[in-house]
């Protein structure tokens, strides 16, 4: 039989403090290191003038010899159970305690996962042990004196009774498992809550579980809000959350400080102490509407989706690593954060509006961008890098245009990068690479646009969609290699080598019905159709024609198509020099102007072909299209019918002569 002490005998553990802990004296602690935060939780281990505390046990037992683990009689002062473990005895909870004791959950023997029923009590630090599952602290209400410790290495526990007090909550653990702060009516514990160590916290789905608090500004955070230390975490799993965070690291096994999941709303400011990591599951229900101050540091986010409704502010950057189907949104237009702002792996970023980016530099790896709706996003962010693929825009409600307009070089790296656009894309800076590899591989069935002065060393490859070179690309070699694939531009020069291959397209100009102008510093070879368009007769390459300039050998091959734009009308006598070369070989497989196919003559090395009353020849030597009419002019007319008249007088005169 187990010793029972009926006046509450206890066992003292002494503590001697230099000075209490305050929220005030914390207040903008970012680099806060454990020891330092351990001694202020001893700190509040003791209430005011106190000068000893117990340390009791939980016993579900009391004829078995030391504590045991179970449900037992419950944690109720009124009903004045004997059933805490002093080491020597078991005593009862006492009235007179003002919140200084710490209560052990968790004595290593009988049964452990159990749920006790807690009446109204006054405790110092609640500290769960259980090692092989973890305990539930139901009903009731617990006056925390000063915070609660998980030692559980692996499972969590629960706490649905109502947590109340003065001095806000120091959690410290170091176990993999969470604490969840579950009351169905919310915490209405007021002051800083602080967690330090590798455990983890959980708001249980509840609104206001980390106590009840106001609103907390950047400038002046007053008492309410949560500080978060290196190693451990809090994780939401639904709710309104309105107090604030600072958070400082990556959280529990680099899980992220804060955690998202099941729709949850957050309120109030996130500030940064250090570099640091939020991540989900994250589901698109989810939504930050404080504001985010990043205070010079980086706000990893992974494997979220939802809403930052919050203003993002600061000198710091956001980098994206999420594996996700759904996008993370910015919204609001007051960004103005300024460092990078990096999109990895499949992440999504969706943009609300123009400014929704801040001021950040843009790298990106392997993520997507995107406007939030149909409407079109312009960026003046300047663009970093790509460390790896992008894909600009989305195929289905998402298809707002993206237009980027800084001109600072963006460097690819010395690896090809592919770009996939699902919306029309459009880059005023130019493209650098850090080796001879570094390249572009178009992908997607929409326009990118290439407007900077680009120097890249490796290959194009267009491989979908359309190619717009309104700058210069570097002097790789540009290949055009699916069907359906179109290269085109105005005012564009490419420097390499370039081939558009059977079933794709080259077409001058800035969109379809436009003319345009390319320059091609080496060779250009044509397999595929060339359509070229004519706009007028004022003889201005690049506004009445298209125009090809080739500073290598010109290879033609597959088809040319020659039409006309607008309102003009092809049937015009007229010149229109379309390809400029000093070295032409091959030929085409067909011609045609204006609808009409013309046939090959070999002998003169020339196409051509007569329609309403007109004659089209494109010479095979010079590149050009003459247009002539094939109806002489009334002056032709007059001499035709003068020298017809002189042939009918000598005739006459022969047969006269001849009969006489």
């Known amino acids: 039989m187990k010793s029972r002490n009926s006046n509450d005998h206890r066992s003292l553990a002494t503590s001697?403090?230099?000075?209490?802990?305050?929220?005030?004296?914390h207040r903008f602690m970012k680099?806060?290191?454990?020891?330092?935060?351990?001694?202020?939780?001893a700190a509040l281990t003791l209430s005011a003038g106190s000068l000893s505390a117990a340390i009791l046990t939980y016993d579900a037992n009391l004829t078995t010899s030391g504590a045991q683990d179970g449900a037992g009689a419950g944690w109720n002062v009124a009903a004045n159970p004997v059933n805490w473990w002093n080491g020597t005895a078991d005593v009862a909870w006492s009235t007179a305690n003002t919140t200084a004791d710490t209560a052990i959950f968790g004595a290593g023997a009988g049964t452990a996962g159990a749920t006790v029923v807690v009446g109204t009590v006054n405790v110092g630090t609640i500290q769960f042990n259980s090692t092989t599952s973890g305990y539930t602290l139901s009903t009731g209400t617990i006056t925390l004196g000063t915070g609660i410790v998980n030692n559980n290495a692996a499972l969590g526990s629960t706490i649905s009774a109502k947590i109340s007090g003065s001095g806000g909550l120091a959690y410290s653990g170091t176990g993999t498992g969470a604490v969840s702060l579950s009351?169905?009516?919310?915490?209405?514990?007021?002051?800083?809550?602080?967690?330090?160590?590798?455990?983890?916290?959980a708001n249980g789905g509840r609104n206001n579980a980390f106590g009840s608090f106001g609103t907390a500004s950047a400038s002046s955070l007053g008492l309410d809000y949560t500080q978060i230390g290196t190693g451990t975490g809090v994780t939401f799993s639904g709710g309104t959350i309105s107090e604030a965070?600072?958070?400082?690291?990556?959280?529990?096994?680099?899980?992220?400080?804060?955690?998202?999941?099941?729709?949850?709303?957050l309120k109030s400011l996130i500030q940064?102490?250090?570099?640091?990591?939020?991540?989900?599951?994250?589901?698109?229900?989810?939504i930050i509407d404080g504001n985010i101050d990043l205070q010079g540091f980086t706000l990893t986010i992974t494997d979220i989706q939802g809403t930052i409704n919050g203003a993002i502010g600061g000198t710091g950057g956001l980098t994206l690593n999420t594996n996700s189907t759904n996008p993370l949104n910015l919204t609001n237009v007051a960004n103005s954060f300024s460092g990078n702002l990096t999109i990895n792996g499949s992440a999504i970023l969706g943009a609300g509006n123009n400014t929704a980016l801040g001021t950040s530099t843009l790298i990106f790896g392997s993520g997507t961008i995107r406007s939030t709706d149909a409407t079109a996003r312009t960026f003046a962010n300047t663009i970093g890098a790509f460390t790896g693929n992008a894909i600009f825009g989305a195929t289905a409600t998402q298809i707002g245009t993206l237009s980027f307009t800084s001109t600072t070089t963006a460097s690819l790296g010395n690896s090809v990068r592919t770009f996939t656009t699902n919306v029309d894309t459009s880059f005023d800076n130019g493209f650098s690479s850090s080796g001879t590899t570094g390249g572009i591989l178009k992908a997607g069935a929409a326009t990118l646009t290439l407007n900077g002065v680009s120097t890249y060393q490796g290959v194009t490859t267009v491989n979908a969609g359309t190619l717009l070179v309104n700058g210069?690309?570097?002097?790789?070699a540009v290949t055009v290699s699916n069907s359906g694939t179109t290269l085109g531009g105005n005012n564009g020069t490419i420097s390499g080598a370039t081939t558009i291959n059977l079933g794709s397209f080259l077409a001058p100009g800035a969109s379809s019905g436009t003319t345009g102008t390319l320059s091609f510093g080496s060779s250009l070879t044509l397999l595929g159709t060339t359509t070229l368009e004519l706009a007028g007769l004022g003889g201005v390459a690049g506004t009445d024609f298209d125009k090809l300039t080739v500073g290598g050998a010109l290879n033609f091959g597959g088809d040319l198509n020659i039409i006309s734009v607008g309102v003009f009308n092809i049937n015009q006598v007229g010149s229109y020099n379309l390809f400029d070369t000093g070295s032409i070989g091959g030929n085409f497989a067909n011609v045609s102007v204006g609808g009409t196919s013309l046939a090959y003559n070999g002998s003169l090395q020339q196409w051509a072909a007569t329609n309403l009353g007109f004659t089209y020849t494109f010479a095979l030597t010079s590149g050009e299209l003459s247009v002539a009419s094939a109806i002489p002019e009334p002056s032709a007319f007059s001499m035709l019918a003068g020298l017809g008249a002189i042939g009918l007088v000598l005739t006459r005169r022969r047969q006269r002569t001849s009969a006489k």
């Open 183 to 201: 009351n169905a009516a919310g915490n209405d514990y007021t002051g800083l809550t602080t967690l330090t160590g590798t455990g983890r916290l």
């Open 245 to 265: 965070f600072i958070i400082n690291g990556s959280g529990q096994s680099n899980a992220g400080a804060l955690r998202f999941s099941n729709n949850t709303t």
């Open 31 to 41: 680099n806060m290191t454990s020891s330092r935060v351990l001694a202020s939780m």
């Open 272 to 286: 940064l102490a250090s570099d640091s990591r939020i991540s989900g599951p994250f589901s698109s229900g989810n």
């Open 472 to 476: 210069s690309i570097g002097a790789g």
């Open 16 to 25: 001697l403090l230099a000075a209490p802990f305050t929220p005030q004296s």
